[in-house]
């Protein structure tokens, strides 16, 4: 029988994680909801791992097996718009998975149009792909499904996503052209002595075997490129090493500073989504602190819940976590104060994507012209070294006997 391993909350607000055996995940929600919980997450043991599960799982999967951000939040506001319009839950995934342009998503659709047309609640089959939903996503469905507010949550998923999708292209806009410089500065010293070399006619090559060259070297250079970034990836599955990665980039002069607050908009934003959902308070910021995107302050922020649970105050407990400010741990005051814990953590999402915005241009600009100096210089050196071994060859040519 197959064993399913949940993270439910009894109704005294206490987070309990354990196992269950059933012979379906709905029958497995079930018994835990005859037991009194509120089921938070439900998925089923692995199964025994093979060698090819095995790298599917540690390698391809942290390279290429994600579902982009933009796919996820047009999906989700599609959903919401059929179901508006009546067209039944199990229609309306078939008919949007049949339309995915990305095939991991397209398959994963009409997979949890098939759970459900078995007899499953969407919730527990978003369930099964933790890898592919984050958390948070993941929780709004079900509390939203419980709720029989279902259209109103995924659009909530959607507004959440957009907003994340926005932070990442924003970082991406501010650091292209620092990327172009670079890019060049990687293409320019080896094609122009070569190029130098064709158009004197010197050298004794022909210019095809030049050419073969200067492409050789290239495929190299992409080679180790890509060799770098996906050494990144794998050794990022490690939780120590992205505890230890996301400390050194908040601790950076500049642009840790910046890197913190679009970190903590995250935090905010998905907080004040989780909030409104009517997910508990403790158990939203757990699922927001995974939001932020930097495992060292989610380290930092988690222990909050706790100290939620055990009757102290949200502002307090904030305070005692050492990464927001005072402007902002006022504002979280008042919003406890006031019963508006939900529209303040908005405000502080605002005031830090626009404070992350203002800095992340001028960080932009000036990483741009540092890298920019730092090309030319580099150029320069490249190119006099090339013209002095080049005269000195010729030179001692001419005083050969």
């Given at each position: 029988?197959?064993?399913?391993?949940?993270?439910?909350?009894?109704?005294?607000?206490?987070?309990?994680?354990?196992?269950?055996?059933?012979?379906?995940?709905?029958?497995?929600?079930?018994?835990?909801?005859?037991?009194?919980?509120?089921?938070?997450?439900?998925?089923?043991?692995?199964?025994?791992?093979?060698?090819?599960?095995?790298?599917?799982?540690?390698?391809?999967?942290?390279?290429?097996?994600g579902i982009p951000l933009k796919a996820q939040a047009v999906f989700f506001r599609q959903l919401?718009?059929?179901?508006?319009?009546?067209?039944?839950?199990?229609?309306?995934?078939?008919?949007?998975?049949?339309?995915?342009?990305?095939?991991?998503?397209?398959?994963?659709?009409?997979?949890?149009?098939?759970?459900?047309?078995?007899?499953?609640?969407?919730?527990?089959?978003?369930?099964?792909?933790?890898?592919?939903?984050?958390?948070?996503?993941?929780?709004?469905?079900?509390?939203?499904?419980?709720?029989?507010?279902?259209?109103?949550?995924?659009?909530?998923?959607?507004?959440?996503?957009?907003?994340?999708?926005?932070?990442?292209?924003?970082?991406?806009?501010?650091?292209?052209?620092?990327?172009?410089?670079?890019?060049?500065?990687?293409?320019?010293?080896?094609?122009?002595?070569?190029?130098?070399?064709?158009?004197?006619?010197?050298?004794?090559?022909?210019?095809?075997?030049?050419?073969?060259?200067?492409?050789?070297?290239?495929?190299?250079?992409?080679?180790?490129?890509?060799?770098?970034?996906?050494?990144?990836?794998?050794?990022?599955?490690?939780?120590?090493?992205?505890?230890?990665?996301?400390?050194?980039?908040?601790?950076?002069?500049?642009?840790?500073?910046?890197?913190?607050?679009?970190?903590?908009?995250?935090?905010?934003?998905?907080?004040?989504?989780?909030?409104?959902?009517?997910?508990?308070?403790?158990?939203?910021?757990?699922?927001?602190?995974?939001?932020?995107?930097?495992?060292?302050?989610?380290?930092?922020?988690?222990?909050?819940?706790?100290?939620?649970?055990?009757?102290?105050?949200?502002?307090?407990?904030?305070?005692?976590?050492?990464?927001?400010?005072?402007?902002?741990?006022?504002?979280?005051?008042?919003g406890e104060n006031t019963g508006e814990i939900g529209f303040m953590m908005d405000k502080v999402?605002?005031y830090y994507e626009e404070e992350g915005k203002l800095r992340s241009h001028q960080a932009g600009?000036?990483?741009?012209?540092?890298?920019?100096?730092?090309?030319?210089?580099?150029?320069?050196?490249?190119?006099?070294?090339?013209?002095?071994?080049?005269?000195?060859?010729?030179?001692?040519?001419?005083?050969?006997?």
């Open positions: 029988m197959p064993t399913f391993r949940y993270v439910a909350q009894t109704q005294d607000g206490r987070e309990v994680r354990g196992t269950v055996q059933a012979n379906s995940r709905l029958e497995a929600s079930d018994t835990l909801r005859k037991q009194g919980y509120w089921l938070l997450e439900l998925y089923a043991e692995p199964e025994p791992t093979t060698p090819l599960t095995a790298a599917h799982q540690k390698a391809w999967q942290p390279l290429f097996g919401a718009t059929m179901l508006s319009a009546g067209v039944p839950l199990y229609q309306a995934l078939d008919t949007l998975g049949n339309q995915r342009v990305h095939p991991r998503l397209r398959r994963t659709v009409l997979e949890i149009k098939n759970a459900v047309l078995a007899g499953e609640r969407i919730s527990d089959a978003f369930d099964r792909y933790p890898a592919l939903f984050s958390p948070i996503v993941r929780a709004l469905i079900r509390v939203g499904e419980t709720a029989g507010a279902l259209e109103r949550t995924l659009r909530q998923i959607s507004d959440y996503l957009e907003n994340e999708l926005e932070l990442r292209r924003l970082i991406s806009r501010v650091t292209f052209y620092p990327k172009l410089v670079l890019f060049f500065a990687i293409l320019i010293p080896g094609m122009v002595p070569a190029l130098i070399t064709i158009l004197g006619g010197q050298g004794g090559q022909p210019v095809g075997q030049v050419i073969g060259d200067i492409l050789m070297r290239y495929l190299k250079i992409l080679g180790f490129v890509f060799g770098v970034w996906a050494v990144y990836r794998l050794a990022m599955q490690s939780h120590s090493l992205r505890v230890a990665w996301g400390a050194l980039l908040v601790s950076l002069p500049w642009i840790g500073f910046t890197y913190r607050q679009l970190a903590l908009a995250r935090f905010a934003r998905a907080l004040s989504a989780l909030y409104g959902a009517g997910i508990p308070l403790s158990q939203a910021i757990r699922y927001a602190a995974d939001a932020c995107g930097n495992d060292y302050l989610t380290e930092r922020l988690k222990p909050t819940a706790s100290k939620l649970e055990a009757g102290r105050g949200i502002a307090e407990s904030l305070r005692e976590s050492g990464v927001l400010p005072q402007m902002v741990l006022d504002m979280v005051a008042t999402a605002e600009y000036v990483l741009g012209v540092v890298v920019f100096l730092g090309v030319a210089i580099y150029v320069a050196i490249i190119v006099i070294q090339f013209y002095a071994g080049y005269f000195s060859a010729l030179l001692g040519g001419a005083n050969a006997p």
